[in-house]
């Protein structure tokens, strides 16, 4: 069982829909949660970062964790076609920092 | 500006050299890690410091090499015994301990010709 795991898609939702991106982490000490966004050929961009339980709202964007099912959520409201890019999960392990990368989930939005 | 500088942008290599891919921060950020990533891949952890002078192995450290002697410096040396060296490297720092985020330079394209 990998570490972090996302489904690759890619996830294709159409233009001022919301898109669901998932990611499951299999490391019950690790404790804070991240998403980033990576455009073709550039680097991973932050955009969200959870650190409890529940939800967390920035703009269109709400990351969602649920410790006790090991699972985080990324939401995307009004999705538009800027948004399409590779989003990646990752968690950091307290015991010895570690910052692990979920491979990926493709998302296109359609127009 | 605050932030993380990769050099250079892209570098070519010949199979059997040495290569050092240079990051620098000055956002004052204790820990420091490089990542390697392979076309439709997600980041893998390849060396990260905490503090300085010291370091810790990632899940694929075989063929590389670093050093920690400056907070601000973390630089990665792609070793001839690499056998696939040829990837997008990330360097990313963070404050480090909980619930501090890690933020990721420009990164480095090597290949090998």
């Known amino acids: 069982q990998k570490e972090v795991e996302q489904n690759s898609g890619p996830l294709s939702v159409p233009e001022g829909a919301i898109a669901s991106l998932n990611c499951t982490y299999s490391?019950?000490?690790?404790?804070?949660f991240f998403w980033y966004r990576q455009y073709s050929g550039k680097s991973p961009e932050l955009i969200m970062s959870?650190?409890?339980?529940g939800d967390k709202e920035d703009g269109r964007f709400t990351a969602q964790l649920n410790k006790a099912s090991q699972y985080v959520s990324l939401l995307i409201r009004d999705s538009q076609p800027s948004d399409s890019a590779t989003y990646l999960c990752?968690?950091?392990?307290?015991?010895?920092?570690?910052?692990?990368f979920g491979k990926g989930t493709r998302l296109h939005i359609l127009p | 500006d605050g932030g993380i500088t990769q050099s250079p942008k892209y570098l070519f290599r010949k199979e059997g050299q040495n290569v050092t891919l240079s990051c620098e921060q000055n956002?004052?950020?204790?820990?420091m890690y490089w990542y390697r990533q392979d076309p439709g891949q997600g980041l893998r952890l390849i060396y990260y410091?905490?503090?300085?002078?010291?370091?810790q192995k990632g899940d694929i450290a075989e063929g590389y090499s670093v050093s920690r002697e400056k907070k601000e410096s973390f630089p990665l040396t792609v070793t001839s015994a690499q056998k696939n060296p040829t990837a997008f490297y990330l360097c990313?720092?963070?404050?480090?301990?909980?619930?501090?985020?890690?933020?990721f330079g420009q990164g480095t394209r090597l290949t090998v010709v």
């Open positions: 959870i650190y409890s339980n």
């Open positions: 956002l004052n950020h204790d820990a």
């Open positions: 490391d019950r000490g690790s404790q804070s």
């Open positions: 990752a968690a950091r392990r307290n015991r010895d920092d570690k910052i692990i």
């Open positions: 990313a720092s963070t404050r480090g301990g909980m619930n501090t985020e890690a933020f």
């Open positions: 410091s905490q503090i300085v002078n010291d370091f």
